[in-house]
């Protein structure tokens, strides 16, 4: 389902004797709310060579993806952004990007959650893009049964809050949290249970780093760095 307010959105599906689900949305405007849900195998809501885009302030996306090799490459470009990405299935892929080549003053005020059921889950996660997101809260979460996951976060702004719980084997991911710190700002909370973990966590300053941080399980190797 589409549901837009105000604004100008163009979506093109195509489905395949493959079962594919190919979606790509170009939008301009405000006020938009968009769901989206598939199920089947090699579901796309953009991709490595067209990325859905959206441009404008209160963007609201759900996207719910059902089945194995899903894919969703998002630019949003707009003030306030709030969204859920559900995923259900094996070798998923996400690149979201929030302010996508406006000059890193148009992502706001960041909502964002990602859950995912499954193996080999590819996440690629740049919130601000080196500036801006003057609130971001951004919560990634896997299950336990779920296995060689792969996380890149970054996460900017005044107030950047990450939040991720990843649980299985063979899981890495990479954290950097940049811009301004004070009143607030660079918070990370990381929960890691079980398998093996391989995490890089950089943040920067001035003032206001912490990270609170839980791991257990076998060969975790993480590395902190927190400057100011």
């Known amino acids: 389902m589409y549901r837009i307010l105000t604004g100008f959105i163009i979506v093109l599906g195509l489905t395949t004797t493959s079962l594919a689900n190919d979606i790509y949305v170009t939008q301009s405007g405000n006020t938009l709310d968009l769901d989206i849900t598939q199920d089947g195998q090699n579901n796309t809501v953009g991709n490595s060579t067209t990325a859905s885009a959206s441009t404008g302030n209160a963007f609201n996306m759900n996207i719910d993806q059902i089945g194995n090799a899903n894919v969703i490459t998002y630019q949003v470009n707009g003030a306030t952004y709030e969204g859920v990405i559900s995923l259900t ?12 080549g406006n000059n890193n003053s148009s992502c706001g005020t960041v909502t964002a959650s990602i859950t995912m059921v499954g193996s080999s ?10 500036a801006a997101a003057t609130g971001s809260e951004v919560t990634i979460t896997s299950a336990a049964s779920d296995d060689s996951n792969t996380i890149a976060a970054t996460v900017d702004g005044t107030s950047a809050i990450l939040r991720i719980t990843v649980d299985g084997d063979t899981n890495n991911w990479l954290v950097d949290i940049d811009g301004n710190g004070d009143s607030a700002g660079h918070t990370l909370i990381h929960t890691h249970a079980g398998g093996i973990a391989d995490v890089d966590i950089v943040q920067s300053g001035v003032y206001d780093n912490m990270i609170t941080l839980t791991t257990t399980g076998d060969n975790a190797d993480i590395d902190i760095s927190q400057t100011d």
Request: charged share 25%.
């Open 89 to 100: 299935g094996n070798s998923n892929n996400v690149d979201l990007n929030c302010d996508s």
């Open 121 to 130: 889950n590819d996440l690629d996660i740049d919130i601000g893009q080196s």
